[in-house]
């Protein structure tokens, strides 16, 4: 916690002189100053979220109907460009107990033909993991992205391509886990795009992702929320006591054709058992579409979404459908969660967005559950700037 305080202090002040220079503006509620080859910024996102859940969400508290409220992220961000060549950037979350998390920390060299980035920064795998929150078209990513696409951690990755074709690849130090005894648990991940059509308002983007990941003998499982965030952890895999690695491998596939879009992802994940005990192969999917019935298109760059502008003061409406499966079955254990969403966006300007999504949940296992099914409606007003 002392370390996230320091680094808000550093950000404030940071912002304060910015204030004081010439030449500084504030943009869309982005604060941005700029002189010469270097610059500044600073935004941020708010996110408040509503969930209504019942049965199979609500499991813990026997299948009745709840509800909550939180705010689901509040995020305040530092770009600092040194030159054409150097940029760095601290972001900092706050949950609802205001308890501060450092997010993104790193620093970044551009070269001539390849990126470098050191510091705490996403792993390169997933499309949908790789769109900022804020762009995503439903208010929680899904369940198999969730479950295997690796999120932040610090290492050192390398990027390079162009408008056709792109790559990134990098090491990493695998999070909360990073430390067993005196042995540090490491990760290699790597990405390749290739996007044949890139035009404004027609995209065609495939994707290979693959991640190998040490660790070091300790027990995996992974424990999902069927995409409703305050509800309670319901899709479940086969659980190993003693896992020596994951290999986890993802294809992607998105198109844009005017105001209608469509992505998917498709994923696998084998653990290597460190003992005489079988090891587990796990998979998932999603399929998305959406339709912008007021005409805009889904934003797109670098291999991945970015931000919706309406095209008129009276805002956009965007219609949302998708379809998700995550099959954490093995050796007679696990569960598979599957959920069908419908989902409305509401965006106001480029700053502010309305989402509401309907979740309906099926729960498969080996042996009976006191609840296979449940349905929640989820909320959100977003802000950022």
């Known amino acids: 916690m002392h370390k996230s305080l320091i680094a808000i202090s550093v950000m404030l002040a940071a912002s304060g002189s910015v204030l004081a220079a010439e030449g500084a503006v504030v943009k869309h509620g982005t604060l941005k100053a700029r002189s010469g080859e270097s610059a500044f910024k600073i935004n941020g996102r708010l996110m408040y979220d509503w969930d209504r859940f019942?049965?199979?969400?609500?499991?813990?508290?026997?299948?009745?109907?709840?509800?909550?409220?939180?705010?689901?992220?509040?995020?305040?961000?530092?770009?600092?460009?040194?030159?054409?060549r150097w940029k760095g950037k601290l972001q900092i979350n706050f949950d609802g107990s205001a308890k501060a998390k450092i997010k993104d920390a790193y620093i970044q060299r551009k070269g001539e033909s390849?990126?470098?980035?050191?510091?705490?920064?996403?792993?390169?795998?997933?499309?949908?993991?790789?769109?900022?929150?804020?762009?995503?078209?439903?208010?929680?990513?899904?369940?198999?992205?969730?479950?295997?696409?690796?999120?932040?951690?610090?290492?050192?990755?390398?990027?390079?391509?162009?408008?056709?074709?792109?790559?990134?690849?990098?090491?990493?130090?695998?999070?909360?886990?990073?430390?067993?005894?005196?042995?540090?648990?490491?990760?290699?991940?790597?990405?390749?795009?290739?996007?044949?059509?890139?035009?404004p308002a027609r995209v065609l983007h495939l994707g290979l992702g693959y991640s190998r990941r040490d660790l070091g003998s300790n027990g995996y499982q992974f424990?999902?929320?069927?995409?409703?965030?305050?509800?309670?952890?319901?899709v479940t895999s086969y659980a190993l006591s003693s896992a020596d690695s994951l290999r986890i491998t993802n294809l992607e596939a998105a198109m844009v054709m005017g105001p209608f879009s469509l992505q998917g992802e498709y994923y696998t994940a084998s653990v290597d058992s460190a003992d005489t005990s079988p090891g587990a192969d796990f998979s998932g999917y999603y399929v998305l579409g959406s339709w912008f019935i007021t005409g805009e298109s889904r934003p797109y760059k670098q291999g991945r979404f970015g931000r919706v502008k309406p095209r008129s003061g009276a805002g956009a409406w965007e219609l949302v459908a998708r379809y998700s499966v995550l099959d954490g079955i093995d050796n007679n254990g696990?569960?598979?969660?599957?959920?069908?969403?419908?989902?409305?966006?509401?965006?106001?300007?480029?700053?502010?967005?309305?989402?509401?999504?309907?979740?309906?949940t099926r729960l498969d296992a080996p042996t009976a559950l006191a609840y296979d099914s449940g349905k929640a409606v989820s909320t959100r007003f977003q802000y950022i700037w």
């Open 223 to 234: 424990k999902e929320r069927a995409e409703v965030h305050t509800a309670d952890k319901i």
């Open 54 to 84: 019942d049965q199979a969400h609500n499991a813990s508290n026997g299948g009745a109907g709840g509800s909550q409220t939180e705010i689901r992220r509040a995020r305040i961000a530092v770009t600092s460009q040194l030159d054409k």
């Open 114 to 199: 390849v990126t470098m980035t050191i510091g705490q920064h996403k792993e390169p795998m997933g499309l949908e993991e790789l769109t900022s929150s804020k762009y995503i078209s439903t208010i929680e990513r899904a369940m198999v992205t969730d479950a295997f696409a690796p999120s932040r951690n610090i290492g050192i990755s390398f990027k390079g391509g162009n408008k056709t074709f792109g790559w990134r690849a990098g090491l990493f130090s695998d999070g909360d886990d990073a430390l067993n005894g005196n042995r540090q648990l490491y990760a290699v991940t790597g990405r390749l795009v290739f996007t044949p059509v890139h035009a």
């Open 334 to 360: 696990g569960r598979k969660g599957t959920n069908a969403t419908l989902g409305v966006n509401y965006y106001l300007d480029r700053s502010m967005r309305l989402m509401v999504n309907y979740i309906d």
